[in-house]
């Protein structure tokens, strides 16, 4: 498949500090990219730059045969774009939003009308089309927002965390819109810092954080990465020592109060081991909770990783 | 071609300030009251005759109601978080900022007919002619040119913008020939030639009294010149603040 993205060595500084530090990938057309980091890891600015709407430091991105630096206009005729936190006219209404996106495309009335109304149907917005934004809940104006992102029929959209702070309804709803118009061929690259969404939706994810990219690959990495982060916290009735803890599968123990983390591949193997420990000395399991790792978790092994190399 | 496409686009944003900014009963009010306070006070304060008058209250009224919102608008609209989806579609920078532009100029035309008319009904005072119409086409794109270099600055906080403007504005309409003709401003006089007011409030006397301290063509040609060269300043400066606003 040919490449509809391609950002090469993207930088970009803000004084001295560097919130992008030149990066390069290429997203294929017609996938789902997703590029995945903590709050601060540049995923913002790099969307913007991809978008043209902030100026790189230095790099380049093409969009499709464009150079979006010298070709904005042509290039942003291709792209539907949902910026981070962005919001909808509140004084109009969902109809005027969307017509007055399609004036901004130059797409003619007659169309503009009819894809709108389209679109309000698909987002199950349609009743209310005529109510101003104001009156809308966010996960409304979010779905308003994403619609005017597709009023021009872009060929890739851009969407900056696009369910982060959403109702469960809506989330579900964006999604699946995700899905559908991905499998009508649209390319989408999407920011986000839920590893769940990333793992939800993409083809393919770049990890990022400090401004560079850490690793680009299928979600199945996440997951294999997420397995060896993930922990068990367990308490038991009697206080015990860190040494019973004493199990092949045990890689790392920490003491969290009368707590205790216990890190390891095979999560199975660790919770039988505890409930046999339990019963074998009769103490018994006061908490058992398997956590999830943190993104920071996740980077932190990375980093390792990219160390070992 | 691509300029007139991008024309339209413009103007779909004139229609949207226009919709959401200034059809609304308050802006409007605020438009017509304010010139009127300031006329009522001066017929009960001065004896200064009426075809003196009218030319600086023209003036004043088109400058007010042009440069009231404009500065205004991208403060707001990055507040609101409606300005980065804006500057993300496919128009350029020049392109929105005149769509602002042509909202408060045809804001400005209104209330200043408006103005003209009550002058003709009630007052009976000949102020029409050609040069005024087309100078106060041009003085409105240029006040609304200097209103939307004011909203340049990467400010979010409209309190903040809507200070500035007041800093601006406030002392032009002392400099420009408003309150006193430029002839009894002695040397001061200098400071008032770098107001585009002045121009605009020189060309309201010419139509009016029939007297004027340049000539209509000079005020015409400077009042173009200094249009042009704000709207390039403003876009000069609104394209490098966009890298702070977001
Ligand atoms: N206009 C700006 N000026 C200075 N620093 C900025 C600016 N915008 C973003 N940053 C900094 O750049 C880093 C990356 O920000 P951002 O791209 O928004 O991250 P993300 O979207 O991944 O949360 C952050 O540390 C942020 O504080
Ligand atoms: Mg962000």
């Known amino acids: ?309 | 071609m691509r300029i007139f496409e991008q024309l339209k686009r413009s103007f779909a944003i004139t229609k949207k300030d226009l919709s959401i900014y200034y059809l609304k009963g308050s802006v409007i009010i605020q438009g017509l009251l304010i010139p009127a306070f300031v006329f009522i006070s001066f017929i009960l304060k001065r004896e200064m005759s009426l075809d003196m008058m009218i030319p600086g209250l023209l003036g004043m009224a088109l400058f007010f109601a042009v440069s009231a919102i404009t500065p205004v608008i991208t403060p707001w609209e990055t507040r609101m978080r409606t300005f980065e989806r804006l500057v993300s579609s496919p128009v350029y920078l020049w392109a929105i900022i005149l769509g602002d532009i042509m909202a408060s100029v045809l804001f400005g035309l209104f209330v200043v007919s408006f103005i003209v008319l009550a002058g003709i009904i009630l007052l009976g005072v000949e102020i029409i002619s050609f040069p005024l119409i087309f100078g106060t086409i041009i003085a409105a794109f240029c006040f609304s040119s200097l209103g939307t270099l004011i909203s340049a600055p990467p400010a979010d906080k409209p309190s903040d913008i809507m200070l500035i403007a007041s800093i601006i504005k406030f002392p032009l309409i002392f400099i420009s020939g408003v309150f006193i003709p430029i002839t009894e401003m002695g040397v001061l006089k200098i400071l008032s030639f770098f107001s585009p007011l002045t121009y605009y409030t020189d060309l309201a006397r010419y139509s009016i009294q029939g007297t004027s301290y340049f000539s209509p063509v000079v005020d015409l040609l400077v009042l173009s010149v200094f249009t042009i060269f704000l709207f390039v300043i403003a876009v000069k400066w609104h394209e490098k603040s966009l890298d702070k606003r977001f």
Request: charged fraction near 30%; include cysteine.
């Open chain 1, 1 to 309: 498949m040919e490449n509809i993205i391609k950002a090469e060595r993207l930088k970009k500084n803000y004084s001295s500090f560097n919130a992008v530090n030149g990066i390069s990938f290429a997203v294929k057309k017609g996938e789902i990219f997703g590029l995945l980091g903590p709050n601060g890891a540049g995923k913002t600015t790099t969307i913007r730059m991809l978008t043209g709407i902030l100026k790189p430091t230095e790099g380049e991105v093409h969009i499709g045969k464009y150079n979006i630096q010298k070709e904005s206009m042509e290039a942003r005729q291709i792209m539907g774009i949902v910026p981070e936190m962005a919001d909808a006219y509140i004084d109009l209404s969902a109809i005027r939003n969307l017509l007055l996106t399609g004036e901004l495309y130059g797409i003619e009335k007659e169309k503009s009308i009819k894809k709108a109304e389209n679109l309000l149907k698909m987002f199950h917005l349609y009743e209310k089309r005529n109510q101003k934004v104001k009156t809308f809940s966010k996960g409304m104006k979010q779905r308003l927002i994403l619609a005017m992102a597709l009023m021009n029929d872009a060929d890739i959209l851009f969407l900056d965390e696009p369910t982060s702070g959403l109702d469960v309804e809506s989330v579900r709803l964006i999604r699946d819109l995700i899905r559908k118009f991905n499998q009508e061929g649209v390319t989408i690259f999407l920011t986000t810092h839920n590893i769940k969404e990333a793992d939800l939706l993409c083809d393919r994810v770049a990890i990022m954080n400090y401004g560079k990219i850490m690793a680009i690959d299928r979600p199945e990495m996440l997951k294999s990465v997420i397995k060896k982060t993930s922990s068990v916290e367990v308490a038991f009735k009697n206080l015990v020592e860190e040494k019973v803890f004493n199990f092949k599968e045990i890689i790392e123990v920490k003491k969290m109060g009368d707590k205790f983390q216990l890190y390891g591949n095979k999560m199975e193997d660790i919770i039988l081991f505890l409930i046999n420990h339990s019963q074998k000395t009769n103490n018994e399991i006061i908490s058992l909770k398997i956590l999830e790792p943190s993104l920071e978790d996740i980077f932190v092994k990375l980093t390792q990783k990219n160390e070992n190399f």
